[in-house]
């Protein structure tokens, strides 16, 4: 086993490699509210994010003793969340197109959430919901690789490079699916700004 | 940057912040456990192999393309050798035969214009 010697979760996939399953729950505690970011800002449901974010830790559990080290491990197990979620929302779309029964209203919008950024500005917490709303509809309207950057990206923080590797891209490829994206948003947000 | 985009990344950002309850994601591992153990109770031995086959042949990238081939020619060779050679016979196709057929001694009607029987016929007559 060579796992890239860079990589923080290095000692961990090695015990887990050999058979330790602790190793892996502390795996699986570390990526799963990153991971749930990702799945629900892309699926925008809590029921369909649950179930594929127990499918994609039981597939890298599976997979693990394949892995080989080439990328961290966190480029890897986001590389099968983004491939599993992708799948999911196509075999999603062609199954019953979207309905409201698929999404939520919004993350905001769900008490067992916690929420710390829009509490320390009261001017805009009359007018967020309704944004947040707007917004979760204009992301639904992106095409699933749209949105995929977009909550990478935007929601999740990630440089370019790192989500270039995760979906196997060109940087600049990354780039112009931001830039369309971001132009289709702010098309979708436009009348509520014009207010 | 004009001042929408940067509220909708604003937006955006915020969108990062939610995250459910604690309490959530300590079920989430015990529920995580109780699928592993259903899953492996529940899947079969020939699942597991056509699985750990799947992940096999992912992994090993471009030199798959070699193996499947390799796979490929060994199937056809296996199978012209395995085929059923006995019929031939049933769809109406003799095996040839090496052996020469006997010869018939041909024999001249003599002719009844008062010719001997062991006169040879005229050159002309054939």
């Given at each position: ?19 330790d399953t602790q190793a892996f729950d502390d795996l699986v505690i570390k990526y799963s509210r990153k991971l749930y970011g990702l799945v629900y800002n892309m699926t925008s449901n809590k029921e369909d994010t649950h179930d594929l974010l127990q499918e994609i830790f039981a597939k890298a559990y599976r997979s693990l003793r394949h892995f080989r080290g080439k990328s961290t491990f966190y480029t890897w197990i986001y590389s099968i969340a983004t491939n599993m979620t992708l799948n999911f929302l196509k075999k999603r779309g062609r199954r019953r197109g979207l309905s409201l029964d698929d999404v939520d209203s ?90 | ?126």
């Open positions: 086993m060579a796992v890239k010697a860079n990589d923080p979760d290095q000692e961990l996939v090695r015990r887990a490699q050999e058979g919004g993350i905001q919008n769900d008490t067992s959430f916690v929420d710390q950024g829009h509490r320390a500005n009261p001017r805009r917490q009359s007018n967020i919901h309704e944004l947040q709303k707007r917004l979760n509809e204009a992301l639904q309207a992106l095409s699933e690789d749209h949105r995929a950057v977009v909550t990478m990206f935007d929601i999740q923080g990630m440089p370019h490079a790192e989500i270039s590797k995760i979906l196997g891209v060109s940087e600049g490829t990354v780039r112009s699916r931001l830039y369309y994206a971001h132009k289709q948003l702010q098309g979708h947000l436009e009348d509520f700004w014009k207010r | 940057m004009n001042k929408e985009f940067q509220e909708l990344q604003e937006l955006l950002e915020e969108r990062g912040q939610g995250v459910p309850a604690d309490e959530y994601f300590e079920g989430f591992l015990s529920d995580f456990h109780r699928r592993q153990r259903q899953d492996l109770m529940k899947r079969s031995a020939r699942s597991l192999l056509l699985e750990r086959m799947g992940v096999w042949l992912r992994e090993m990238g471009g030199s798959k393309w070699a193996y499947g081939a390799g796979a490929a020619y060994v199937l056809v060779i296996v199978g012209l050798f395995a085929w059923p050679r006995g019929n031939a016979s049933k769809e109406g196709i003799e095996p040839v035969s090496l052996e020469v057929p006997e010869q018939k001694v041909l024999h001249f009607e003599a002719e009844r214009s008062g010719k001997k029987e062991n006169e040879p016929p005229k050159a002309t007559e054939f």
